[in-house]
Each structure stands twice: as C-alpha cells, then as structure tokens.
C-alpha cells in the first residue's frame, strides 16, 4: 500500500480464520520491510463478502450503549474540543452513535459510509446528511472540515494513500484528523496472536504504526501532532472466547469484561489514536 512494487514482504500471520462472525474466509499478513506496514496479502478486490451480518453497522444495544458511554470512551474524539461552530465529519460512523452524540456540539455535522443504502438509513433516523460517494463529498465539503474522525476505520481500508489525500482535501487549513486503530504491537496481540479480537480477520486489512502513518501524512500535507494509547477493553475482553473456545461468544465476552477494562486502564495498548493537523 505504501511503497509499492519496490517494497519487500516478509510472511508475519499465516492462515488467519475468522473468530469473530465465523466466515469461511482464511487470510495471510505480511510486512512490509520497509516501512513496516503490516497488511493481507494479496489485498482483497472486494471487501463486501466480509461483511455479511457484520453487527458494527446494526442499532446497539442498551448494554453497549451504556458501554461506550461509561468504558469505552477513552477511545472516541472528546465533544467538547469540536466547537459549536465546527464541521465535522465522522467517516465510516458504523451505527451512527457517535455522530448523534457529536452533533449538539458542532456547527454542522456529516457522514461517510460505502454502502449507499446504509447511508441513506443512517440519513433517515439521524437526520444528518450522510455520504456514500468520495466524489459527492468531495464536491460539496472540500476544505471546509475542522474535525474528521475515524473510530476504527482505518484498518478496514485497502488504499491508505488515497484515503489520506481525501482527508487532506477535505480539510481545512489546520484542522484535524483523529483515528483510532488497532495497534499490531501491543502486549495483547502478543498474547493472543491470531486469536486477538483487535485482528478481525478478514475484515481488517492493514495495521499501520506511527511511521506508516507519519509518511503517509507528510505526503499529503499533514502533520502528526501526537499520538496515544486509549484504553479499550474490548480488545482483551473478546479475545478470551477466541483463545477459550475457538470463536467469538457474547456470554464469555460479557464475564470477562471486567478484566479488560482493568488490564486496559492499567496497561493501555491495544488501540492507538492518532491526532493529525492539516497544514
């Protein structure tokens, strides 16, 4: 993704299944030599198969909703640093939850999901103008945005750099980018290797680090204001069924939850957020 024909793979994850939703999809990771990217070889063409009954995009429930409000928080942009009158962009907002939270504390607020008929669903209940089209987007936003976010979006993509040259499109001179990513180096993928809840094969498709993310943002005219790890449970919580019965189980998930938020606060590793400027 990052340095094309010239660069060299070495294997890194071979014959990764699918704990989480139980496809029959089996994927590859290598990394790059180079830069040091760690993304599926060969990159899928079509990502769509991967997402059939994918729970991310559904209305949540009362127990997650109180979750993310109360442990998983550490994790999403801060309201209160958007600004009354900011623009604000949530690329890839899954359920809409965060975008509906978001709005009462921007000026104008915006969506971005692939699938057109989810973001016209979204549209309807949020009544908040939902993208499906990079050209539409494009045409309408660019170089007004002063906030774009990306809560775990980044490692669902298969072309980095142009998604990094539509963020630096879309935003206006000094604002900000902030994504969250599943971090390939932490001490829990260590300790669960393929069986790590934050690898989702084959549904995410590249890793990158702060040097991956610092080139692809100096060649797109942004700067990396810093970086972090945010405490997430879900990570440690929903590797525990993985690695206990070979698949993803709610009830284990739940009973072990608890453990996650405390190793998370403890030890924070398993996602890093990106804070990024646009110069």
Not at 31 to 55: E, H, I, M, R, W
Not at 150 to 165: G, Q, R, S, W
Request: hydrophobic residues 40%; glycine residues 6%; neutral net charge.
């Amino acid at each position: 993704m990052i340095c094309g024909a010239s660069a060299t793979f070495v294997p890194f994850l071979m014959s990764c299944k699918d704990f989480y939703l139980s496809t029959p999809f089996v994927v590859d990771y290598f990394k790059c030599s180079t830069c040091g990217l760690v993304q599926q070889s060969p990159l899928p063409n079509d990502v769509a198969p991967f997402y059939t009954s994918y729970p991310v995009h559904l209305k949540k429930s009362i127990f997650h909703t109180l979750s993310r409000s109360l442990i998983m928080r550490d994790v999403y942009f801060k309201l209160g640093a958007i600004g009354r009158k900011s623009v604000l962009l949530d690329y890839g907002c899954g359920d809409g939850s965060f975008l509906e939270s978001a709005a009462p504390y921007s000026g104008r607020s915006f969506g971005f999901e692939v699938s057109k008929e989810h973001a016209e669903e979204l549209s309807r209940q949020l009544r908040v103008p939902i993208y499906s089209s990079s050209e539409l987007l494009l045409k309408d936003l660019e170089g007004e945005v002063d906030v774009l976010t990306m809560h775990f979006v980044v490692e669902h993509l298969t072309d980095l750099k142009y998604t990094f040259a539509l963020i630096s499109k879309l935003l206006r001179p000094g604002g900000i980018f902030y994504c969250v990513v599943p971090n390939i180096e932490s001490w829990e993928f260590r300790l669960f290797r393929e069986k790590w809840h934050g690898l989702d094969p084959p549904r995410h498709i590249s890793f990158p680090d702060m040097n991956v993310v610092n080139l692809l943002s100096r060649a797109n005219g942004l700067e990396v204001n810093c970086s972090q790890h945010a405490a997430f449970p879900n990570g440690f919580a929903g590797s525990v069924p993985a690695a206990l019965t070979g698949r993803f189980s709610f009830p284990i998930f739940a009973v072990a939850l608890p453990l996650g938020v405390l190793a998370s606060k403890i030890a924070p590793s398993g996602v890093t957020a990106f804070f990024i400027k646009k110069l």
